[in-house]
């Protein structure tokens, strides 16, 4: 997955089956509140039955199917989340596969991003390249990561302890122990409970409390706090004049938020970033952020 500023493109290499292909996402015109996406694909050509997983594809890595109404209400009154409503912002970027979100979200548990950006990246050579583009991988099958073993995951990728967790989550969905992309169908029926949910991210090994959260958010659900080292930096920085808070008074803050709360840190901490920072200068807003902070 990656960005092409040149061309304004996101671009996604998926498999379908022993085929990988490249996906090009580019925005079409707007009308309105509506924006139209442009979908190309290249490496094979593909059958209807092919490019109907696509689709279905693109539309759970960019959230397309959620309904942000409730949200964008909430939004109104607050000091810079005001904005999101107007830019369109709110959803949240995923691997359309929960298997790969789940091993990426092991990489980067107690771990600087530098280091799990870089593990992630080195798990990824183990998939299939695109042809004519053999920088370009696929991500891996569970198989194939289970296939490369210890050695590279420990040597190569330098994912330290982690190693045997994602040996045993890929042994697990191979076994058919665990089956990772039930949940994103699962968590479309409105009769699972949240917790249900959580606690089938929580048996997994090695995933905890704020990893679980965060990986929840991928299915759209949002009730729980992901508590960690960025969100307190963020809390004590936007709300508690540097001081650093108590998980009680970060729950308190988006507590109003009520199943919202998770979206709401998340891009509160987002419009602090130099990429929301650009986006709302190119479409005339001003920064709530930077409006925030002047005396």
Known sequence: MSW?????????????????????????????????????VDGHRLDDEQMDVIRHRVRLVLGLDRD????????????????????GA??????ASMTENIVKALCATNVGWTQAVKSINRIGQLGLPLPHFVSLNAWPTPREILRAGKPYLTEVCRVGYRAE???AFCGDVCG?????????????????????????????????????????SF?????????DS???AHVARTHTHGRRPTHREI?????????????AWWFEHWLTWGTAQHLLSEAGIDDPVRRRSDP
Do not use: N
């Open 90 to 95: 709110g959803r949240v970027l995923r691997s």
């Open 165 to 167: 967790a994602i040996l």
């Open 176 to 216: 058919g122990r665990i089956d990772p992309e039930g949940l994103t169908d699962r968590a479309l029926d409105p009769e699972v409970r949240t917790d249900e949910l959580l606690a089938q991210l929580r048996g997994i090994r090695g995933i905890g409390p704020s990893s679980a959260h965060y990986l929840l």
């Open 251 to 263: 729950q308190r803050i988006y507590e109003g938020f009520g199943r919202w709360r998770q979206l």
């Open 68 to 87: 942000l109404a409730e949200f964008y209400d909430l939004c109104t009154g607050h000091l810079t989340l005001h904005v999101l409503p107007r830019l």
């Open 4 to 40: 092409s500023e040149g061309g304004r493109c996101l671009q996604i290499v998926y498999r379908l089956g022993d085929q990988p292909v490249r996906v090009s996402v580019t925005e079409g015109r707007r009308r309105r509140a509506a924006v139209t996406l442009r979908v190309m």
């Open 219 to 227: 299915l759209g659900r949002y009730e729980h706090l992901s508590v």
């Open 230 to 232: 960025a969100t307190v």
